[in-house]
């Protein structure tokens, strides 16, 4: 036998069992790390796979905005890493939460400022997931990697809305009050009318019946009690605050209140005059009474609206129809009465102050017949005192209104929130002709009741169309840009005080004493209301009381679609700082959302010769990519930089486009 050949086969077989047992122990050390390392953590550690969509980088001097997409791998993402890399080498991560994105779909994400972590010029970009498995939170391996090529603040794939967007609710305040009931509607809140001040616990359980249905924060009544002096007994006819008997005008002669007869029936009546005292304190005592009572029994009321709609201009103190020795005979008893003079108020020198000119002017002579004495005694231009008259007067109503309501309520309920139809502030550097087609911007500011302005946006052009200038002639594309131009307006002579403006229902032909609703049935109505949202609405009043079922669906989907873009829970700020030119066939209103621009933009379109509003959209890339958009109207073009059209997926207008910038991106300009 060859023993030295055996003795090599022993020796093989021995190295093959050490080498056995060698992998064993060291399989069973692997084996120990690993099962420790991922212990608990599922197939999805290895399956979710996710890339960077390379079209969409967009990486400027201050954002890096990218769209990641999930390819099809179980597992339930919840976040995600992001490491920026650049040209230095330096690193920094990123975290993105709430990235709960699902299979096949695509979501943005937005890197924000980071040049304040010490990066230059981005070269890479590098995501991980973030994923929940058995209870606990894994971080997983980079999925992809995008190196920067250089040419990435050219163009950008855009979703909307942003991811990490928190959304809000907007809310819209209808007038009839069985609107959210009747039409299952779940943003339109019907006021509750408190048509009588009886507090009768029936009563008070009705009101906290109708606020408890209402959403937090939005329990809404409008108090028609001392608001009113109407005939009709559907309306609560009572005395109105206004109007209180011992609050008439006084003959400086006898003491007693100045009276005329009734051409029609022959009686002996008082006339109403623009002291309110009595009926202030009156009220006053009424209003708190039933707030105690409110108070008391928990009732939750967060906005009051009030629709007082009484005046003291020119048009509203008397009723002018009357025979013109009654209105003559009520212009000289405010004027003879001892408080018009007095030195407790002085109304005459607050006149004066205001631009009332000359001083001995009469009230009958140049507030009533204004127009017959413009140039006055003494060769004065007269003409605007009906002017300065009408905007004293509209101070006066809004401090009465203010002590007799707002300052009662607020006692009990600190935090409520209050306006006054039609009352509302203005500045001269940006006054326009009122419906009237009366300067009444010239003097004054204006007034508020209680917390917000408020104006009615029902898109009559009234006797302004008669002043025979072009963009204000009775065509519905003159009325939208007159209603947007009034939001303006009021904002820019306020911006700290809210506005709450009322919009009528879509098929409403308008009031026969206010004019003809010129936006009746066009898209036109819906694009007034975005642009008023633009401006900073808060909220929108609904008048709906001539409307339907569908005009309320319709009103619901319009506030959807203003949430859908500017509605998150983000700093916002509206981007007008002018009106906007009277001439122009084309309005754009924005408001800055986070870390982007939204806007409206609405050209005159003639839908009759089968124009559209695409007909205007000149350049705008392939929808969503970010790059310049341009319109034009006629020979004019609207260019907004780096930026991209939105189209929302049931849009409710097809008379405007939403264009979306980034923050840093340049104002929209104009070419001619």
């Given at each position: ?514 004019g003809i609703h010129l936006l009746q049935n066009t898209d036109l109505h819906q ?146």
């Open positions: 036998m060859n023993k030295r050949g055996l003795s090599q086969v022993v020796a093989m077989i021995l190295i093959i069992l050490i080498v056995i047992v060698a992998v064993s122990i060291i399989w069973a050390v692997v084996r120990l790390t690993i099962e420790s390392g991922v212990e608990g953590v599922g197939i999805e550690y290895i399956t979710i796979n996710m890339e960077i969509i390379g079209q969409s980088v967009f990486i400027n001097d201050t954002n890096v905005l990218f769209k990641v997409k999930r390819n099809p791998g179980k597992g339930d993402v919840i976040g995600l890493k992001v490491v920026l890399e650049d040209v230095n080498e330096k690193k920094e991560l990123f975290d993105i939460l709430d990235f709960d994105i699902e299979e096949l779909e695509t979501m943005s994400v937005m890197i924000s400022n980071y040049r304040d972590e010490g990066l230059i010029d981005i070269s890479e970009i590098s995501i991980a997931p973030v994923f929940s498995s058995n209870g606990r939170e894994v971080v997983g391996n980079i999925v992809d990697v995008y190196v920067v090529r250089g040419l990435e603040g050219d163009e950008v794939q855009l979703s909307w809305p942003p991811q990490g967007f928190q959304t809000t609710k907007s809310y819209s305040y209808a007038w009839r009050n069985d609107t959210i009931y009747k039409n299952n509607i779940d943003n339109i809140v019907g006021v509750y009318h408190i048509g009588s001040f009886n507090t009768a616990p029936w009563h008070i359980n009705r009101i906290k019946a109708a606020t408890d249905a209402m959403p937090a924060g939005h329990k809404v009544v409008l108090p028609r009690e001392f608001m009113y002096h109407h005939p009709d007994p559907n309306w609560d006819s009572h005395i109105a605050m206004h109007a209180h008997p011992d609050d008439g005008c006084i003959d400086p002669d006898t003491g007693e209140f100045v009276n005329y007869t009734d051409p029609y029936t022959g009686e002996s009546k008082q006339y109403v005059c623009i002291w309110w005292d009595n009926g202030t304190r009156l009220a006053i005592e009424k209003f708190g009474t039933l707030f105690t009572k409110l108070e008391d029994e928990e009732v939750e009321i967060d906005v009051v609206l009030l629709d007082s709609e009484t005046w003291l201009d020119r048009w509203g103190a008397i009723n002018n129809s009357l025979p013109d020795d009654i209105v003559n005979g009520f212009w000289q008893a405010v004027e003879n009465d001892p408080r018009f003079a007095g030195a407790e108020e002085n109304i005459s020198q607050q006149l004066i102050d205001m631009g009332y000119v000359p001083p001995w002017a009469r009230l009958n002579d140049t507030v009533w017949k204004y127009k017959d004495n413009a140039i006055c005694e003494g060769g004065y231009n007269c003409y605007d005192n009906y002017l300065v008259w009408g905007s004293l007067m509209l101070e006066r109503i809004a401090a009465y209104r203010t002590r007799a309501i707002f300052d009662v309520i607020r006692q009990y309920y600190p935090d409520i929130t209050m306006s006054d139809y039609d009352i509302f502030y203005w500045n001269s550097s940006f006054a326009f002709p009122g419906p009237r087609g009366h300067k009444t911007m010239k003097y004054g500011s204006g007034a508020v009741t209680g917390t917000h302005q408020s104006w009615q946006f029902y898109a009559h052009l009234g006797n302004i169309a008669n002043t025979g200038l072009g963009y204000f002639q009775n065509i519905p594309y003159n009325s939208f840009r007159y209603e947007v131009n009034k939001m303006r307006a009021m904002y820019l002579a306020r911006p700290d005080i809210p506005i709450q403006p009322w919009v009528g229902t879509r098929s409403w032909p308008g009031n026969p004493n206010m694009e007034m209301i975005i642009h008023l949202g633009l401006i900073g609405a808060d909220p929108v009043l609904y008048f709906n009381a001539f409307g339907n079922e569908a005009d309320d669906l319709l009103h619901s989907n319009i506030l959807k679609e203003i949430d859908l873009m500017i509605g998150y829970d983000v700093e916002k700020q509206t981007l007008i700082t002018n009106l906007t030119d009277w001439t122009n066939d084309f309005v754009y209103t924005g408001m800055r959302v986070g870390e982007f621009k939204v806007w409206r933009f609405t050209p005159e379109v003639n839908i009759t010769l089968g124009e559209t509003v695409n007909d205007t959209l000149i350049s705008s890339g392939n929808v969503n990519e970010l790059e310049e958009v341009i319109f034009q109207v006629d020979t004019t073009q609207i260019i907004f930089p780096n930026a991209t059209i939105y189209i929302p997926e049931n849009f409710v207008s097809q008379q405007g486009h939403w264009v979306i910038q980034l923050g840093n991106a340049g104002e929209p300009y104009v070419v001619q």
